[in-house]
């Protein structure tokens, strides 16, 4: 099984950037599809982008496209989340998560991964 440790988050001003990574500290990553949910305080998490074994097909939500873009380095065993013009509504902990089938589009959930990492902290703060 891939284990999974996201990192990269804090807290960040509005309009400020931060990139989050997640890696396998056991296993790889090279032959599953990627995706990043967030789940904010009181709320079920929500699926944000996803990216296929490859990194040739990406999908990202409206919500977040234009602004967080993802990618992977399959060599570094590395998935990433670029996130720009951060707003507070952003503000949750977030997830990578892996699957050998790729979910591309607004219906993805929890459901279509299987194996998840533990969370980073995102605050968006002023």
């Known amino acids: 099984q891939v284990q999974l440790v996201e990192s990269g988050g804090g807290l960040v001003e509005p309009g400020g950037s931060l990139k989050l990574s997640c890696v396998a500290s056991?296993?790889?990553?090279?032959?599953?599809?990627m995706g990043w949910f967030r789940q904010a305080p009181g709320k079920e998490r929500d699926f944000l982008a996803s990216?296929?074994?490859?990194?040739?097909?990406?999908y990202h939500i409206p919500a977040v496209g234009g602004r967080f873009t993802i990618s992977r380095d399959n060599a570094k065993n590395t998935l990433y989340l670029q996130m720009n013009s951060l707003k507070l509504e952003d503000t949750a902990v977030y997830y990578c998560?892996?699957?050998?089938?790729?979910?591309?589009?607004?219906?993805?959930?929890?459901?279509?991964?299987?194996?998840w990492g533990q969370g980073t902290q995102v605050t968006v703060s002023s």
């Open positions: 998560a892996g699957d050998r089938d790729h979910c591309a589009g607004y219906g993805c959930s929890t459901r279509d991964f299987t194996f």
């Open positions: 056991e296993g790889t990553i090279r032959n599953y599809a």
């Open positions: 990216i296929n074994w490859n990194g040739i097909k990406e």
